[in-house]
């Protein structure tokens, strides 16, 4: 088998695919300089395998095998290899003329670094920075670049600090402290084998952490149906219903067709036709196959009857298991079911004389409606809107029409809910439905609370309270990590230099007539690193404790909401000016990558996806803040909020 030259090895490093998405960001290096004359190509052999180094990424692992050990390691210190995103990169050139060596040498300083009784020989790329200097120490050490802390002259480098500007000379002592972090400096070689881009099928590209979800074709005002779609794919626990659904096979049923159509959305990256689901849906509810009025092709319809048809279709068709229950339970019921306690009483004096007593009732409903009126600015002024509802009706005691009042709250949070904003109405004079353009904005995290009864309020209010607690707390340990790292105290850790509270101590010794020395009572001063170990340990206790104040009804109900409180997952636009005109798109918050091997799903970015039927983009938070309205251009219509997760017994999410 051939030897692979240069170029080759950096394009197969290039189109590496990474196990498990790096902690770090790699940053973009300088132009690798040509390899010493010292190691030619005939001095050494290359060769490739995989590795996983720390933080579980998929690296290339350059191996070398020279006869002299010591020229080995010097190869290995070489500025040309380095860390590259998906692996270890070594730019074999020509051999250099003696000019280009000995511009080489000029910008390189070598420095001897000291960590932990070992001493490395490093070369700085004086051109470089403070970041590509960490991650060389950190292919040497182990330790973490974040972790680290090198000093120079007494003060800690910092990522951006210019190499040629430090001031270093060659043999100089160079300290650098700290430890590698969980599972950071053991090198474990895979369990799978690294397979490149072009080597994936399109499936499996599909399902590559980053990967960009599929869209969907238009087919002639569709783009209700399109958005959502989309917002529903966003329902893990929808796509794992409708992966086990075993009901109806039929070209006629949307719940199997719908369930075909996630399952082909998965596959692939390109925009798709929903065609089978559409035809489908058409039978079941003909609304959807409605022309238009000159005859040629389908009418535009409303994205929120499409929503509430294809939930109402769901909840007849998708049962789930219950455990112990004698029958299944609605999986839409269970996970999107509200329910709302109401009390209907009448306004007019009289009735409540003769003896009319208020009617108490409940109510299950799919979705929490927010009334837009001249008054409402504010989601919850919406909702408090919806919540309370004017009704003409008989009154049995008065013996004729009387008006009530019909107050709502919510008895059982669902775990996805979903609001509507009620912006169409029927204008008679343009025989249409129309739209109320006024600005409404809405959170990313919304709290409930208020809208409940008193019971469940009574549930729900001490873990939201504890909820802020715990997060203030996580607040403050990485404002403190983050003041420290942009002020850093020198000498808080023993291998350093002296600190200045040791120095303070021999202040205060005191010397009596005697001539002893009597020494004050010794202080203890905690590290950085043990001072965080204090409030990571408390912050645990804090969510062992918080998992304790859950309600236990609402702990067994899985498809609950238990703190009251909701992150925003979804959002259905609309852009025009009415309902039978404009365009639907859909956004949907991007999720943490998921770890393939301890199943544990990563930390969001806070971007978006934006779904333009089949064209497909990401976006930064900002933009779903300008979706409040205001004019014909993209308004939130729907907004699909999750309840927030909450820790585990042992405090963990």
């Known amino acids: 088998m051939a030897r692979p030259n240069g170029a080759e090895i950096d394009a197969r490093c290039s189109r590496a695919v990474p196990v498990r998405t790096a902690s770090y960001a790699i940053p973009p290096l300088r132009q690798p300089r040509a390899v010493p004359s010292s190691f030619a190509a005939d001095n050494f052999q290359i060769t490739t395998s995989l590795w996983k ?34 692996g270890y990169s070594f730019h074999k050139h020509h051999t250099p003329s003696k ?53 120079l002259k007494g003060s800690q480098l910092k990522d951006d600090t210019d190499m040629s500007k430090v001031g270093l000379k060659p043999g100089q002592m160079i300290m650098m402290m700290g430890t590698p972090g969980e599972g950071g400096g053991a090198i474990v070689r895979p369990t799978e084998k ?33 958005s959502t779609l989309q917002v529903l794919r966003s329902i893990p626990e929808l796509n794992d219903a409708l992966k086990s659904y075993k009901g109806e096979q039929s070209m006629l ?79 839409i019921d269970k ?17 409540k004389e003769a003896g009319e007593e208020p009617k108490t009732s409940k109510e299950r409903l799919l979705k929490l409606n927010c009334h837009i009126d001249g008054q409402t600015n504010h989601l919850r002024d919406g909702i408090v809107n919806g919540l309370v509802e004017k009704l003409e009706k008989k009154s049995e005691v008065l013996d004729r029409e009387a008006t009530y009042t019909k107050r709502s709250q919510i008895s059982r949070l669902p775990k996805y809910l979903t609001v509507h904003f009620m912006r169409f109405f029927w204008k008679r004079e343009v025989q249409k439905k129309a739209k109320i353009m006024r600005k409404v904005t809405f959170p990313h995290e919304l709290d409930v609370v208020e809208f409940c009864t008193d019971e469940l309020r009574k549930a729900l209010i001490p873990v939201r309270d504890k909820v802020r607690e715990v997060r203030k707390e996580e607040h403050d340990i990485e404002r403190a990590r983050k003041r420290r790292k942009m002020n850093p105290i020198d000498g808080e850790n ?44 408390e912050v645990l206790a804090a969510k062992k404790e918080l998992y304790t104040l859950i309600n236990q009804d609402l702990l067994k109900d899985e498809g609950a909401n238990q703190s009251g409180l909701y992150e925003l997952r979804g959002v259905i636009t609309h852009q025009g000016a009415s309902a039978d005109s404009g365009h639907y798109t859909a956004y949907v918050k991007k999720t943490g990558v998921k770890d393939p091997v ?27 803040t300008a979706l409040a309205g205001g004019g014909e251009s993209h308004s939130a219509l729907i907004l699909l909020y999750r309840a927030i997760p909450l820790p585990s017994a042992d405090g963990t999410q």
């Open 53 to 86: 180094l720390p933080y579980g990424s998929a690296f290339q692992y350059i191996e070398t095998k020279v006869a002299d050990e010591e020229a080995r390691n010097n190869f290995f210190r070489l500025p040309a290899f380095r860390i590259c995103p998906f």
């Open 99 to 151: 000019s280009q060596d000995n511009n080489t040498n000029m910008s390189t300083i070598s420095v001897v670094v000291k960590h932990q009784g070992k001493k490395y020989d490093v070369d700085v790329d004086t051109s470089a920075t403070g970041e590509v200097f960490k991650y060389q120490l950190y292919s040497l050490t182990g330790v973490e670049p974040d972790r680290q802390k090198v000093l």
């Open 194 to 226: 690294v397979k490149f881009v072009e080597d994936m099928t399109e499936a499996e590209a599909a399902q590559q952490a980053g990967a960009t979800p599929a869209g969907l074709q238009n087919f002639g005002n569709t783009c209700y149906l399109n």
């Open 253 to 331: 049923d949307p719940t199997s067709q719908l369930r075909n159509l996630y399952d082909m959305m998965s596959k692939t990256q390109e925009g798709i036709p929903p065609l089978a689901f559409l035809n489908a849906l058409r039978v079941a509810f003909p609304q959807f196959a409605e022309r238009e009025r000159d005859g040629h092709g389908y009418a535009q319809q409303d994205a929120e009857e499409a929503w509430s048809q294809i939930l109402t279709q769901l909840k007849q068709k998708l049962k789930i298991s219950e455990g112990d229950a004698a029958r299944d339970a609605s999986f």
């Open 335 to 351: 996970y999107m079911g509200l329910e709302l306690t109401s009390v209907l009483e009448c306004d007019e004096p009289g009735a």
């Open 494 to 537: 023993a291998q350093g230099p002296q600190s200045s509270s040791s120095k303070d101590k021999k202040k205060d010794e005191k010397k009596p007539a005697g001539g002893d020395v009597e020494m004050t009572t010794e202080e203890t001063f905690k590290t950085d690193a043990e001072f965080e170990a204090e409030k990571e340990a």
């Open 598 to 624: 301890t199943g544990k799903v990563g930390e969001e970015d806070g971007k978006w996806w934006w779904f333009n039927d089949d064209k497909v983009s990401e976006v930064e938070a900002e933009k779903i």
